[in-house]
């Protein structure tokens, strides 16, 4: 019976993701990849496209910056106010996305590229403390205290000894990153502005009309597949010892 209730929750899940990727590389004759060729030709899903790659790379980069920063400061200096980091993962993501809506609005800040950077940013940050503290968290602090005993200063511990061994989940963060800026939908509707759009944005604007196509179905083929190989990687990464 158990088998069964599992099967049944499977199904319910991914039927639907099947039926999208079947779509999308089938019509009236069969197999086909003719969807995908007439997205590369689309120029509006070619500047989306290039809009939330840049987005994702770019909140990626400062994110896992700031955030393993963060890790690094709260671990070793036994900073307090920790619990902070974990309110944007736990707070319904459409209130947060409101309120950097009124902040940008209080100080009059210009919505667009800019502004949903910011906002993937400061939403990515805590997703990269959690996992690079985590990391950090299993190794001795006794290593870095003899890197500095045989002549190392803090900067050449903290690069050679600290992000080696914060390597994994550094990694780990910037998958978990990429593949939450890659795919976000609330947040970036709330901050962005006229003549910016990305992916998720470009999908709603066409399935709010009621445009459901083939093209549409290999547009989100396309997303899910990223996706799903970052998660795959993430998992992986995320897994690995030592």
Request: no cysteine.
């Amino acid at each position: 019976m158990i088998r069964i209730y599992v099967a049944i929750i499977f199904a319910f899940l991914y039927i639907p993701i099947a039926f999208v990727i079947v779509s999308s590389f089938t019509d009236e004759t069969g197999l086909t990849v003719k969807w995908f060729e007439r997205l590369i030709k689309d120029s509006k899903v070619v500047s989306a496209f290039y809009n939330s790659l840049t987005l994702a790379l770019l909140s990626t980069v400062f994110s896992v910056i700031l955030g393993t920063s963060a890790a690094y400061a709260f671990l070793r200096t036994k900073m307090r106010f920790e619990s902070f980091f974990y309110t944007p993962i736990v707070i319904p993501e459409i209130t947060e996305a409101l309120s950097l809506l009124l902040f940008y609005k209080l100080f009059s800040f210009p919505l667009g590229f800019t502004s949903v950077l910011l906002g993937h940013i400061a939403f990515n940050i805590a997703f990269v403390f959690v996992i690079v503290k985590a990391r950090l968290s299993g190794y001795e602090k006794s290593i870095e205290e003899a890197s500095l005993t045989l002549g190392a200063n803090e900067i050449q511990t903290f690069l050679k000894i600290t992000v080696p061994l914060a390597m994994p989940g550094i990694v780990a963060a910037s998958l978990i990153a990429f593949t939450l800026s890659w795919d976000n939908f609330i947040k970036t509707v709330f901050t962005t502005g006229p003549g910016f759009q990305t992916l998720p944005l470009l999908i709603w604007s066409q399935a709010a009309r009621g445009v459901v196509s083939p093209t549409l179905s290999a547009l989100t083929t396309m997303m899910l597949a990223v996706s799903m190989i970052l998660a795959y990687l993430y998992v992986k990464v995320s897994t690995q010892r030592g």
